[in-house]
């Protein structure tokens, strides 16, 4: 069993920063992809940061020069640096990670997992 921990929200005034983590625990083969994405109430959840296991990334134009994803390989760990922050990036905050699980004919097989979500809230 996968499970994607999360931690790091939190509530902070407008210009602050966050830092958000999730970790990937269990019986991991290997993992492709992991990021961030988010869902303010009313809206539809949408990405913030995802970035490869080779340490390519890719951010959403709203957030682009304010946060920053990392990963940590050897700990199944990604990051999420939230700086600047606006009231308008009040959101849940949901880990994403795409594994690699080996299958019963030989092959690998990628599922999508996803963290329980962590509350961010920025006050202006």
């Known amino acids: 069993q996968v499970q994607l921990v999360e931690s790091g929200g939190g509530l902070v005034q407008t210009g602050g920063s966050l830092r958000l983590s999730c970790a990937a625990v269990g019986r991991i083969f290997s993992i492709n992809d992991m990021g961030w994405y988010r869902q303010a109430p009313g809206n539809q959840r949408e990405m913030v940061a995802v970035?490869?296991?080779?340490?390519?990334?890719n951010y959403a134009d709203s957030v682009k020069g304010r946060f920053t994803i990392s990963r940590d390989n050897a700990n199944n760990t990604v990051y999420l640096q939230m700086n600047s922050l606006k009231p308008e990036d009040t959101a849940d905050y949901y880990c994403n990670g795409k594994l690699l699980e080996p299958t019963s004919w030989g092959g690998v097989y990628e599922y999508d997992y996803w963290g329980q979500g962590t509350q961010v809230t920025v006050t202006s």
């Open positions: 970035i490869t296991n080779g340490g390519v990334t």
